[in-house]
């Protein structure tokens, strides 16, 4: 079964730069790049099933790139937890694609991001003037927008940080689950193995979620107000995006309301919206119909080349 390699870039940084760490698939000269970044409290990881069917599926070579966010996964971590925001996590987005261009240069690149990887996404793809290789051609938007439910962020922020101390993997993906429901079906051997990444060894003994507790810190700091203010920034950034844009939602999400996914239909680059019922805060693109949703959107133009060559 095919495997990622693991890489890592040097980011600069107010205190003195730090790596990233990030998961590759495929190969590393293709044409085409994909960038997924995961969740808040997530890893690169957590992309495996995505990836893995990316570079099958696709008609020519692929390169998929998973990166850890600082203080998730292989990552380092920063001394001031205050750097745990998005401008300091778009800044090392840059590192990576002028690393990534560096290597073998970037003629399509493609961005996949879900929750915070999102958000991560709006800003790399909607702020001007940034040293991009080259602009954002698709955007997929998991589970996230401009405005983001308040009590959903309240949810988060009741176990964010709290990263524990297990005896094995079943038993920290156990305790995972408990607040991870809203992911939507899963097997047990699914979500088992999404846990696999999401722990590290303890010096003691044992294991223990592979983040940053650290993260939690700045997060903390939001209010209500702040997180509205915040919003017109987002739409903002969102109304300046020029990429082709797939919103995936949680029919159930608490975090991306209807409403707020609907006027993302309407407004900036009027993204294409699908729904995937039973399941909340966030899709994790393992289930089949969110793999095809997310392919069929990341390589519909080399299919459509292939049709229109066709007899």
Known sequence: MTEPTLNYVSCPGASGGHRMAYWQWGAADALQTIVCVHGLSRQGRDFDVLARALVARSARPLRVVCPDVVGRGRSDWLPDPMGYQIPAYVSDMLAL???LDGQAPLATLD???TSMGGLIGMAVAGTPGLPL???VRRLLLNDVGPAIGWQALQRIGTYLGQTG???SVQQAA???????TSFGPHTPQQWLTLSQAMVRPL????LT?????????????LTEESAVQGSAALWQLYEG???????TRGAQSDLLSHETAQAMTQRGPKARLIEFEGVGHAPTFVLNDQVEAAASFLLEEEHHEESRGRP
Do not use: C, K, N
């Open 97 to 99: 694609l002028a690393q």
């Open 111 to 113: 961005w996949v991001g």
């Open 133 to 135: 290789p080259v602009p």
């Open 165 to 167: 101390s297990f005896d």
């Open 174 to 180: 156990d305790a995972m689950w408990a607040i991870s």
């Open 203 to 206: 010096p003691e003994g044992g």
């Open 209 to 221: 979620l592979h983040y940053d507790p650290a993260i939690a810190v700045p997060f903390r700091t």
């Open 241 to 247: 995006i020029r990429a082709q844009v797939l919103l």
